[in-house]
T-cell receptor, first 119, second 109 residues
Framework: GAVVSQHPSRVICKSGTSVKIECRSL??????MFWYRQFPKKSLMLMAT?????????EQGVEKDKFLINHASLTLSTLTVTSAHPEDSSFYIC???????????????FGPGTRLTVL | GQNIDQPTEMTATEGAIVQINCTYQ??????LFWYQQHAGEAPTFLSY??LDGLEEKGRFSSFLSRSKGYSYLLLKELQMKDSASYLC??????????WGAGTKLIIKP
C-alpha cells in the first residue's frame, strides 16, 4: 500500500515551453501533497504544500506564477513549470501524506520523481 | 532556527554494522523520520520515532532521544544494495518536515 506515481519520469524540453508533471496517490487518498526539487548531491528542497481544493502554500523564494500547482482531487496533484529555462532543470519529486493508513500518521510517501532537462 | 545535522558521507564494509547519527533543532517536535534514497531515485520511508527508545525493523533500527535532540539509524549485516543516501527529517510543530542534507553510505566488499 501507499503507492505514489509520478508522470512523466523524464522530460526534455526547449526553453520557453511549459511542462506539466502529475502526481497520483494510487491506493489511498491524500489531502496533502508536497512538491520538492532536488539538485545533484543535495537534499530535498520543499517547493510547496498542496491541499486538496485550496491554493498551494509556497515556500519562500519559490515563484508561484512559475510553478503552478493544482490539487483538484484527493488522488491527484499537478505541477506545471511555466516558460521553463535551463536553470529549472532538476529532479522534481512529489510526496503524499498518508493519514490513518499503514505506517505512522503524517508519513510522506514519495513518487519516483521526474527528471526535467530544459535545453 | 531549525536545523538538521548528519554526516555527509560514511564508508562501511559488507556484512558489518554502521550507525548514522542525526541531531536536530526544531520549533516543536512531532517525530523523526529516516528515508533511504538511491541515486537517481526518490526517497523511500524507513522508520519513524516519536518516543524515546529504539525501534527495530529487520536489519534496520532507529533510535531517538528527545531530550538530546538526537537520533541514529543502525544498519546491520550490511549488503551492497544498502549503498544509498540516508535522509534524516524532523517534523516540527506545524507538521512540516525539516530535512537533513543526507548521509551518503558507501559499502565496500
Amino acid at each position: 500500500g501507499a503507492v505514489v506515481s509520478q508522470h512523466p519520469s523524464r522530460v526534455i524540453c526547449k526553453s520557453g515551453t511549459s511542462v506539466k508533471i502529475e502526481c497520483r496517490s494510487l491506493d489511498f487518498q491524500a489531502t496533502t501533497m508536497f512538491w520538492y526539487r532536488q539538485f545533484p548531491k543535495k537534499s530535498l528542497m520543499l517547493m510547496a504544500t498542496s491541499n486538496e481544493g485550496s491554493k498551494a502554500t509556497y515556500e519562500q523564494g519559490v515563484e508561484k506564477d512559475k510553478f503552478l500547482i493544482n490539487h483538484a482531487s484527493l488522488t491527484l496533484s499537478t505541477l506545471t513549470v511555466t516558460s521553463a529555462h535551463p536553470e529549472d532543470s532538476s529532479f522534481y519529486i512529489c510526496s503524499a501524506r498518508l493519514a490513518g493508513g499503514p505506517g505512522p500518521t503524517d508519513t510522506q510517501y514519495f513518487g519516483p520523481g521526474t527528471r526535467l532537462t530544459v535545453l | 532556527g531549525q536545523n538538521i545535522d548528519q554526516p555527509t558521507e560514511m564508508t562501511a564494509t559488507e556484512g558489518a554494522i554502521v550507525q548514522i547519527n542525526c541531531t536536530y533543532q526544531t520549533s516543536g517536535f512531532n517525530g523523526l523520520f529516516w528515508y533511504q534514497q538511491h541515486a537517481g531515485e526518490a526517497p523511500t520511508f524507513l522508520s519513524y520515532n516519536v518516543l524515546d527508545g529504539l525501534e527495530e525493523k529487520g536489519r534496520f533500527s532507529s533510535f531517538l532521544s528527545r531530550s538530546k535532540g538526537y537520533s541514529y539509524l543502525l544498519l546491520k549485516e550490511l549488503q551492497m544494495k544498502d549503498s544509498a543516501s540516508y535522509l534524516c527529517a524532523a517534523m516540527d510543530s506545524n507538521y512540516q518536515l525539516i530535512w537533513g542534507a543526507g548521509t551518503k553510505l558507501i559499502i565496500k566488499p
